[in-house]
C-alpha cells in the first residue's frame, strides 16, 4: 500500500511534468530532422559536386559523432564563443541535426530506387529539376521511406531521454531527481520506462496506420 501512494503522489505527478517536456522536444525535433533530412537527401542524390560533398560531410559528422557528444557541444561548447542556447533549444538542435542525418539516409536510398524512366519522362514534358523532383520523385520517394523515416521518429522518442544530460527536465530527467531524492530506484525507472514504451507503442502503431493508408493498389504488403 505505501508503494502504491508513492506512485500516486510522486512518481506520477513527476513523471507526467517530464512527459509533457519530452513530447515538447520529440514534437519539433522530428518536424525539424524530417524537412533536414529531405533537404540533404535530394543534395546527395541530385546536387552538384559541391553540394553533394558537403552533404555527405554533414552525415557523416552527425552520424559518426555520439549524440551526448553533440548535445555538450551546443549546450556547454557554443558559449566559448558567445553563442547561449537554453537546454531546451540545444537539445532541440542537437535532436534535429541527428536524425535529419539519418533521415537522409533514407531518402537518399528511396530516392535512388525510382526508375530512371520517370525522370526521363518529366524532363520531356518539359519539367525543370526542381519540379521534377518535387512533384514527380520526391512523393513517391517519402512513400518508400517512410518505414525506415518511422523507425528514426521511434528512436528519437528514446533518445530524447539524453536532453537531461544538459539540464533539459525532461521524463528521464524527472525520473533521475526523483530516485535520487527517493532512493527507490526500481520504481521510478520502471515507472518511467512504462511511460517510454506507450510512447513507442502509440508511435509505432500511428506510424502503421499512415503506412497502410499511403500504400499504393497494387503494392500492398502483407505480413507474414
Known amino acids: 500500500m505505501e508503494e502504491l501512494i508513492f506512485i500516486r503522489d510522486e512518481v506520477l505527478p513527476a513523471l507526467m511534468r517530464g512527459l509533457k517536456t519530452s513530447l515538447l522536444l520529440i514534437g519539433p525535433s522530428a518536424v525539424c530532422g524530417l524537412c533536414i533530412g529531405v533537404l540533404v537527401g535530394a543534395l546527395r542524390v541530385y546536387g552538384g559536386p559541391l553540394a553533394g560533398r558537403t552533404a555527405d560531410l554533414y552525415v557523416a559528422l552527425f552520424r559518426g559523432v555520439p549524440l551526448v557528444v553533440q548535445l555538450f557541444t551546443w549546450y556547454f561548447g557554443l558559449p566559448h564563443v558567445g553563442i547561449y542556447l537554453s537546454p531546451f533549444t540545444a537539445s532541440v538542435v542537437g535532436f534535429s541535426l541527428c536524425s535529419g542525418a539519418y533521415h537522409s539516409e533514407y531518402i537518399r536510398g528511396a530516392l535512388l530506387s525510382i526508375k530512371k524512366g520517370q525522370l526521363l519522362a518529366a524532363q520531356a514534358l518539359g519539367f525543370s529539376n526542381l519540379r ?24 528519437l522518442i528514446k533518445y530524447s531521454s539524453l536532453a537531461y544530460m544538459v539540464t533539459c527536465i525532461e521524463l528521464t530527467g524527472e525520473a533521475k531527481i526523483l530516485a535520487s531524492h527517493s532512493f527507490k530506484y526500481l520504481e521510478v525507472f520502471f515507472a518511467a520506462g512504462f511511460f517510454y514504451l506507450i510512447l513507442v507503442s502509440l508511435a509505432g502503431w500511428l506510424l502503421q496506420l499512415l503506412e497502410d493508408r499511403l500504400t499504393l493498389p497494387g503494392f500492398e504488403h502483407h505480413r507474414m
Open 132 to 155: 521534377m523532383v518535387m512533384v514527380v520523385i520526391l512523393p513517391q520517394a517519402l512513400r518508400r521511406a517512410l518505414p525506415g523515416c518511422g523507425n528514426e521518429l521511434i528512436y
